[in-house]
């Protein structure tokens, strides 16, 4: 399963995407997570649904100094994980 997340509230310059990268490892996750011009916060997971689904959850909670105002799922494409080595990473 592969899904596109996008983060909005007080989500960069509060190590988001490095805690975001950590919980995505833990959970066996492949993807990635960037910044988005905008101020929010864009991740892909692939892996089993149910640890997406408990990505997703924590991604209400974040790193500790942020304030997650709105966590949208958008149909992924499959073009997002083209090449993509294993594992989770920070896309700059």
Known sequence: MKIK???????????FRAYTEKKANELG??????????????????????KIEEMIEWCWQGSAGSKVTSVKTVKT???????????FEIKF
Request: no cysteine; net charge negative.
């Open 77 to 87: 494409e499959e073009s997002l994980l083209e090449n993509q080595s294993e594992g």
């Open 29 to 50: 996750l492949r993807g990635w997570v960037k910044n988005l011009p905008g101020g929010q916060v864009e991740a892909v997971f692939d892996g089993v649904q149910a």
């Open 5 to 15: 997340v996008i983060i909005s509230g007080k989500v960069q310059g509060v190590f």
